[in-house]
Structures are given as structure tokens and as C-alpha cells.
């Protein structure tokens, strides 16, 4: 990386200070899309590994006709304030 910003060093130093504003405008405007594009690759992966997560759990929460939503207030009974 060290010899790819002297070779851009190098071009952006013979540049008027017009090209050189817009040189540095066009690399931020790169930068930019570069994030803007690398949230949607790893939500994807995330998701892919989310999905593999809670596969992996069917069966451990017992199928006895609750909803979660039961299962959920019997859980929270568990840790009531006996006072």
C-alpha cells in the first residue's frame, strides 16, 4: 500500500489546485460508495448466520403448545420479587 500513495503522491503533487480538489472529491466520493456498499455484503452474511443460529436451536425450546409469549411470563415468574 506504501508504493501505491507515493505513486499517488507523486500524480497529485504536479496537479493545479483545481484538479488536485476534485482528484481528492472523486476518492472521498469513492470511499463513500465503498461503505455504503459493504453494510449490505455483511447484513447478508449476518443473516445467513443468524438463520443457521436458530435452525441449530429447533428443539431446544420443547413443543408443548405455548407460544413464546408463555414461555416468556412463565420464565419471568421464575424471578419475581417473592416480597
Do not use: C, H, W
Not at 50 to 62: D, H, K, Q, R, Y
Not at 78 to 83: A, G, M, R, V
Request: no cysteine; hydrophobic share 30%.
Amino acid at each position: 500500500m506504501q508504493s501505491t500513495a507515493i505513486k499517488i503522491n507523486s500524480l497529485l503533487e504536479n496537479l493545479e489546485e483545481e484538479d488536485y480538489d476534485k482528484a481528492v472529491s472523486y476518492i472521498e466520493f469513492l470511499v463513500t460508495k465503498r461503505k455504503e456498499q459493504m453494510p449490505d455484503k455483511k447484513s447478508s452474511e449476518d443473516r445467513i448466520d443468524v438463520e443457521a443460529i436458530v435452525s441449530s436451536l429447533t428443539g431446544a425450546i420443547p413443543d408443548m403448545g405455548k407460544s413464546l409469549e408463555e414461555y416468556r411470563s412463565e420464565r419471568l415468574k421464575k424471578y419475581e420479587n417473592p416480597y
